[in-house]
């Protein structure tokens, strides 16, 4: 067993977003946003300038900046915190070259094409500390300066959405690279995602021994598999990320419990499953009816979003309605609710239309 020193922060403030998840009665629903960090603060711009996206990512200092800019500009608005970072540095750990194009997005110069390709990546090993010490580094850093202000999230992509980047060479439309070898050569496909599973409870548990106090894995491309592919190529190793992470971190002598949430978007077929894979929260897109999702839940979890991040293009009072509506068809957000939108921010967003929203979900969400 590895010897382990756990660090010291502040004690916590505002603990609601934990006890939410755990499935406690709460005074109201916990509110924080998907990519609240980036993009669409001016504040982000200004810090960003043209460095590299990446640099910045393994910049503690310029990274801890950008995750609190948000919880900063919504003062006592947000209930948490997410690291700066994104999900493609476990490809990097695993020795892909991934580039951030300006305006583009990410881009691999040589993705995942011949089954020699995916050998190497198998015969890459994986040293996470080592590889990835920057993102512990950031992780500790931030914690320090919230200085107990809201929890802080660690993260990590889906093991099915990974391989989508790693094989496809950045964002897609059509998939033909990912379903290609899913179709083509499942085993090896298996034994890929195996690896980057791997990867991810090491990260994820590392992350957490680092400062992150509440975790989520983004399987962003869920809703590009069937049901039955899901089944195969994702559930399962989702599923293993949320059992090995807890005994991980038994090992590495963590004794708290840290709440696990699943976001895999576009996967409606699998709500139900979701709901018992042993995360204690499951992420909803905004194309679920929130009454529909509970009544699949059964209050076996805490769900967590799902506001059409379009709506805030929308007027204050649109907003409002909609805020409403979304709170009493969660079931009033006393238990089993941590409000979210149901995929990220946008770069065009008003950051004023987004504190409207927020502070909306204060007023409602406190309302007996
Ligand atoms: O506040 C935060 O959430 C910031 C941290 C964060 C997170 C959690 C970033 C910063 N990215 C992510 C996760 C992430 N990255 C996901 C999962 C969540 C989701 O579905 O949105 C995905 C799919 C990515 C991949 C990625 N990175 C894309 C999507 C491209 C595509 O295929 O459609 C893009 C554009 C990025 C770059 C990126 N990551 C983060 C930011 C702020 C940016 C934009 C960089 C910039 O323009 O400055």
Known sequence: M??????QFAPLKNDLILRTARGEAVERPPCWIMRQAGRYLPEYHEVKG???????CRDAEVASEITIQPVRRYAGL????????????????????????????????????????????????VDVLKELDWAFRAITLTRKKLDGQVPLFGFCGGPWTLLVYMTEGGGSKLFKFAKEWINQHPDICHQ???????????????????????LQV????????????????????????????????????HKEHVPMVVFAKGSWYALDKLCGTGYNAVSLDWLWDPAEACKINQGR???????????????DEVITKKVETMIRKFGGGKSHYIINFGHGTHPFMNPEKIRH????????GSQK
């Open 50 to 56: 043209d460095k590299d996206f990446f640099e910045i």
């Open 357 to 364: 929203f927020l502070r909306e979900c204060h007023r409602i």
């Open 301 to 315: 979890v805490t769900l967590q979003g799902n506001f059409d991040p379009g709506t805030i293009y929308g007027s």
């Open 218 to 253: 983004f399987e962003s491309w869920g809703g590009e598999l069937s049901s039955a592919d899901f089944e195969e190529f994702s559930l399962p190793y989702l599923k293993q990320i949320s059992s090995k992470v807890p005994q991980r971190l038994q090992e590495l002598g």
């Open 78 to 125: 947000l209930d948490a915190a997410i690291i700066f970072s994104d999900i493609l540095v476990i490809p990097q750990a695993m020795g892909m070259r991934v580039e951030m194009l300006e305006g583009k997005g990410p881009h691999f110069p040589k993705p995942l094409r011949t089954i020699e390709d995916v050998q190497k990546v198998l015969d890459h090993k």
């Open 2 to 7: 590895q010897k382990h020193q756990q660090l």
């Open 192 to 214: 890929l995602l195996q690896r980057i599973t791997n990867v991810a409870i090491e990260f994820l548990s590392q992350q957490v021994i680092a400062g992150a106090q509440i």
